[in-house]
């Protein structure tokens, strides 16, 4: 059965005007929006070149480079490929246990110090009466944050210097104590770097924390002072539930790069000694000292891409959990 030419012409008379609006929608949803989409425009361009374009270069991990060309693009491109070859070289060592230790060990402590530590920090400023002193106390624990570690690593050589640091001139002698060679020991370190660590970056968790309790509705308080509640009891009832998503949030960014560490942290504060590497060694560094001693870009390479897949899997693993004990507090 062939439709008519009246049924023909009755399709197209309706379907006309549905195409026209949703062409004028169209048009008005870019004049409405448009002007969101320029300006964000820059800052994607940034994104997408400092971001997304360098991910071409994890393929570096898979092959040998050989500066053979006049430039490094041609050399990248003339290069074989060599499989898996550069993992195979950094876990074929005997350090590949020790640094994927200690670099997974301190981070685990860092991630528990900075989440307990923040929030105790976060609640004595938020229970403080005089504002000022607690804006002052702030400024004062957030100030570290700021130093560069080459100055950290020069502030607690003052305090370990065999000869002539504070801690073996006047504080050890004071508690009746023998003298400790800090950077010949490595055990003292497993204790130092956490304490140096947390010192630097509390204040920066502490303030996050404090943010999110004073965007807490004072309604909710005062309710339970009626009620007769404590202050214990409205910060196990009130407060600790209601900044949960922001303590679970900051967790899983710092799990993401559990593989990472602070370099500095662990170069300089340490000042690069030998005999603290059983301690202080981990991927970064281990692969700093391999790359500036065979300059093998590929093992390099492979090293990070490695850390960056590790710690997307963690949060994503970490997400997962979180999602099936309470769906509203996932990250996504």
């Known amino acids: 059965m062939t439709p008519t030419t009246e049924a023909v012409d009755a399709v197209a008379k309706t379907s006309v005007p549905k195409t026209k609006s949703r062409t004028k929608q169209n048009i008005g949803y870019w004049k409405r929006f448009g002007p969101f989409y320029i300006m964000m425009a820059p800052a994607l361009l940034v994104l997408l070149l400092n971001n997304y374009l360098p991910m071409l270069g994890s393929l570096i991990a898979f092959k040998q480079i050989e500066y053979t060309a006049d430039s490094f693009i041609q050399s990248f491109l003339d290069s074989k490929w060599v499989g898996l070859a550069n993992f195979d070289y950094l876990f074929s060592t005997t350090d590949a246990w020790t640094i994927t230790r200690n670099t997974l060990l301190y981070n685990a402590i860092f991630i528990f110090l900075n989440l307990v530590i923040g929030v105790t920090f976060a609640l004595l400023f938020n229970a403080m009466r005089n504002r000022r002193l607690a804006k002052l106390h702030q400024t004062v624990m957030f100030l570290p944050y700021f130093l560069s570690m080459v100055v950290i690593s020069y502030l ?97 960014l710092q799990i993401g790069r559990i593989f990472y560490s602070d370099f500095g942290l662990f170069f300089q504060v340490t000042r690069n000694s030998g005999i603290l590497y059983d301690t202080t060694l981990v991927i970064d560094t281990y692969v700093y000292q391999g790359f500036i001693v065979s300059g093998d870009i590929g093992m390099s390479s492979a090293a990070g891409l490695y850390q960056a897949l590790v710690g997307f899997v963690l949060v994503l693993l970490s997400n997962l959990v979180i999602r099936r004990i309470s769906k509203d507090d996932a990250l996504f």
């Not at 504070?166 to 002698?173: E, G, M």
């Not at 770097?193 to 943010?211: D, E, M, Q, R, S």
């Open 156 to 252: 607690v050589y003052a305090f370990l210097n065999p000869d002539i640091g504070i801690l073996n001139r006047i504080v050890l002698p004071w508690l009746g104590v023998e003298p400790i060679d800090w950077y010949s020991e490595p055990k003292w370190w497993l204790i130092i770097l956490p304490i140096i660590n947390t010192w630097k970056g509390i204040g920066y968790y502490a303030v996050i924390f404090l943010a999110a309790i004073i965007g807490i509705d004072q309604e909710y308080y005062e309710a339970a002072t009626i009620d007769g509640a404590s202050r214990w009891r409205q910060i196990r009832s009130i407060t600790l539930p209601l900044i949960r998503p922001v303590m679970i949030i900051l967790t899983l």
